[in-house]
T-cell receptor, first 112, second 119 residues
Framework: KQEVTQIPAALSVPEGENLVLNCSFT??????LQWFRQDPGKGLTSLLL???SQREQTSGRLNASLDKSSGRSTLYIAASQPGDSATYLC???????????WGAGTKLIIKP | GAVVSQHPSRVICKSGTSVKIECRSL??????MFWYRQFPKQSLMLMAT?????????EQGVEKDKFLINHASLTLSTLTVTSAHPEDSSFYIC???????????????FGEGSRLTVL
């Protein structure tokens, strides 16, 4: 059974720092992996989608990597800003049916 | 990106009443919609998957008669919480995929969520 783990559960860093959020999964047979952002009391925003054949994806200050063999993905945030404060979730799709298996999230606080 | 609209964003109701939440895909045809529930400080839990024109598939432990899902058209799915009780208070989120190039890659688009509070 696929399990997704995110470490740390919470992270607080000063503004301007580069940071890395971690996501690990137990079964390397995934279809794709997505990183999402959730602001308090709101829905989800898809940040990056990595197909199983890809190694990384970039969008602005965000870079997500995928290492299927080790069951790990990282989300790198460069030059963090207070507006980056949110909960970041990763989720894997085991197959093309697109049902997602979620990590518990990392709550990120960027201090001004 | 594709837009998914969810309504209402917040709803407060009395115990025993029913509440309907709508999820609309605004610029694409959603062949499949997913409904999630999120309790405070917990991750999202998939409740059910609905394909347009067919009955929803519920996850284990989710009561079909309590959480009625209808996906009658390619742009609208509804979740009705019947005879709501305080323990049903939660954040409900829908997501959709469908017939558009970027959606066909596996990316899901999410509604803004609906906060249900049952008194």
């Amino acid at each position: 059974k696929q399990e997704v783990t995110q470490i740390p559960a919470a992270l607080s860093v000063p503004e301007g720092e580069n940071l890395v959020l971690n996501c690990s999964f137990t079964d390397s047979a995934i279809y794709n992996l997505q990183w999402f952002r959730q602001d308090p009391g709101k829905g989800l925003t898809s940040l990056l989608l990595i197909q199983s054949s890809q190694r990384e994806q970039t969008s602005g200050r965000l870079n997500a990597s995928l290492d299927k063999s080790s069951g790990r993905s990282t989300l790198y945030i460069a030059a963090s800003q207070p507006g980056d404060s949110a909960t970041y979730l990763c989720a894997v799709s085991p197959d093309s049916n697109y049902q997602l298996i979620w990590g518990a999230g990392t709550k990120l606080i960027i201090k001004p | 990106g594709a837009v998914v609209s969810q309504h209402p964003s917040r709803v407060i109701c009395k115990s025993g009443t029913s509440v309907k939440i709508e999820c609309r895909s605004l610029d694409f045809q959603a062949t499949t919609m997913f409904w999630y529930r999120q309790f405070p400080k917990q991750s999202l839990m998939l409740m059910a998957t609905s394909n347009e024109g067919s009955k929803a598939t519920y996850e284990q432990g989710v009561e079909k008669d309590k959480f009625l899902i209808n996906h009658a058209s390619l742009t609208l799915s509804t979740l009705t919480v019947t005879s709501a009780h305080p323990e049903d208070s939660s954040f409900y989120i829908c997501s959709a995929r469908g017939r558009r190039q970027d959606v066909n890659t596996g990316e899901l688009f999410f509604g803004e969520g609906s906060r249900l509070t049952v008194l």
